[in-house]
């Protein structure tokens, strides 16, 4: 069966072609970073308006690389949220649309599934059960995840997801957005022993995290700095202070990953979402889990930050579990911004 899915949650329009026997087939691709830069984020409206422009070409894009044509298309697939609402609405929209002129079934997804499933796309591939560490711009969260559609939340942020303590501390050194790549290039010439940030609820029995507590701890060190050099902040004052900001984020993340490991005594970690692409947080979960006797799953590099190809795939997983009422499909639709994973979880 080959599944056409659409993402359009945020900003990256990401369209692909998943067979539920062959795997991913090809995807394709378009970043709105260059549009939003000028703004310092994403600006919604923008990113909706883009979305529309980009959806079709992207999938002749993707059914020519495919060697396919909408007729050998079996079912649709499109990121339902969370997201923004106006950008979910239209990979929704045109998702249904499509699935309405041909007759086919139409999948909503959730995006975090979406990622939290992206690693089996790689090999190895994760075995169940496992711990999932989901970290994007949006969301940081410690899942247990028996098989797919059966997710546990073990832990969450309780304020900032650690993408975004990525992105605002990358803001507030002026490196431009999305933070986290720039932040963490800068962090490679720079000495993260230098300052000393906090790295809030490490110690804490549970598996929650906290991270707004660290942007502020930032913009302290930065003011300071520029009130002793006279305001004119030197590179290498921004690179030890990127390398602090990388090096506390991390820290906590693999500390609550660990824990997770040995509260659940699973010996399988899955890591998911945009922070996933972070160096130095894939080599400390490598170096923690072979501590554990375990092993440690990354998504293929480019398929961590949004793309169609984990929607399709995340879809063709939901088909082959039996989770998708394939028959009963409508194409009256609804998107939602804000959406718990757990409510697409089934107890068994
Ligand atoms: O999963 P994603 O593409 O979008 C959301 O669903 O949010 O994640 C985007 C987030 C951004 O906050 C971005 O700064 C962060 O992932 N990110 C990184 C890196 N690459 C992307 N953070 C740290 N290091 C990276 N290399
Ligand atoms: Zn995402």
Request: glycine content about 10%.
């Amino acid at each position: 069966m080959k599944i056409l899915g659409f993402e359009s949650s945020c900003d990256e329009t990401g369209v692909a072609v998943v067979c539920t026997e062959q795997g991913l087939l090809a995807h394709a691709l378009h970043s709105q970073i260059a549009m939003h830069e000028a703004y310092g984020g994403v600006v919604p409206e923008l990113a909706s308006r883009d979305h529309i422009q980009r959806v079709l070409p992207l999938t002749r894009e993707v059914l020519g690389k495919a060697g396919l044509t909408l007729n050998d298309i079996d079912a649709i697939a499109y990121t339902a949220g969370p997201g923004l609402a106006g950008a979910l609405l239209v990979g929704a929209s045109v998702a249904q649309s499509v699935a309405w002129a041909l007759q086919l079934p139409a999948i909503p997804v959730h995006h975090l599934e979406g990622h939290l499933l992206s690693p089996l796309l790689a090999e190895p591939r994760p075995p169940f059960p496992f711990v999932a560490l989901l970290v994007s711009g949006g969301h940081t969260q410690l899942m247990k995840v028996e098989r797919v559609g059966s997710y546990e939340l073990l832990g969450e942020t309780l304020d900032d997801a650690a993408g975004e303590a990525f992105d605002k501390s990358a803001k507030l050194m002026g490196l431009g957005y999305p933070g986290g790549p720039a932040l963490s290039r800068l962090a490679e010439e720079g000495d993260a022993s230098r300052f000393d940030l906090p790295r809030p609820m490490l110690h804490s029995r549970d598996l929650d995290f906290s991270f707004s507590g660290l942007k502020t701890a930032v913009l302290t060190r930065l003011n300071q700095l520029r009130k002793d050099s006279a305001g004119a902040l030197e590179a290498q004052d921004r690179a030890d202070l990127a390398a602090a900001t990388e090096a506390a984020i991390v820290d906590v993340l693999a500390a609550k990953s660990i824990k997770a490991m040995q509260q659940t005594s699973l010996k399988h970690l899955v890591v998911a979402g945009g922070v996933g692409a972070n160096r130095h947080l894939r080599e400390r979960l490598q170096a923690a889990m072979q501590g554990l006797g375990g092993k440690v799953y990354f998504p293929p590099l480019q398929l961590c930050t949004d793309n169609g190809a984990m929607i399709a795939f995340a879809a063709a997983q939901r088909v082959l579990a039996g989770l998708e009422d394939l028959k009963g499909s409508h194409h009256a639709f609804t998107v939602k911004p804000r959406w718990d994973l757990q409510e697409v979880s089934v107890a068994r």
